[in-house]
Nanobody, 119 residues
Framework: QVQLVESGGGLVQPGGSLRLSCAAS????????MRWYRQAPGKQRELVAF???????NYADSVKGRFTISRDNAKNTVYLQMNSLKPEDTAVYYC?????????????WGQGTQVTVSS
């Protein structure tokens, strides 16, 4: 059974930094694209950052220049480095990965980690 487990969320002051991690485990043959999404209270889930198998990245306009997505393929882990955090970055952050596993090929989600930016 494939699982994605996020960590690294918490409370941070405006202007601060956090680093989120998302580790995949299970009978995994290969991991393709990996993404970070976020969902703020009362809002739809939105795509924050994307990283392809070969390391190409893309970001939402609202986080460009502040957030950096990266991956460690040996550890089946994706990261989101968040700098210059703003109150509007407050949300539950979810990782998503396209995984070829023993069970199937599909998209898997983590359970989410809360990020709160407040003074």
């Amino acid at each position: 059974q494939v699982q994605l487990v996020e960590s690294g969320g918490g409370l941070v002051q405006p202007g601060g930094s956090l680093r989120l991690s998302c580790a995949a485990s299970g009978s995994i043959f290969s991991i393709y694209a990996m993404r970070w999404y976020r969902q703020a209270p009362g809002k739809q889930r939105e795509l924050v950052a994307f990283i392809s198998t070969n390391g190409s990245t893309n970001y939402a306009d609202s986080v460009k220049g502040r957030f950096t997505i990266s991956r460690d393929n040996a550890k089946n882990t994706v990261y989101l480095q968040m700098n210059s955090l703003k109150p509007e970055d407050t949300a539950v952050y979810y990782c998503n990965a396209h995984i070829w596993a023993r069970e199937n090929l599909g998209h898997y989600w983590g359970q989410g980690t809360q990020v709160t930016v407040s003074s």
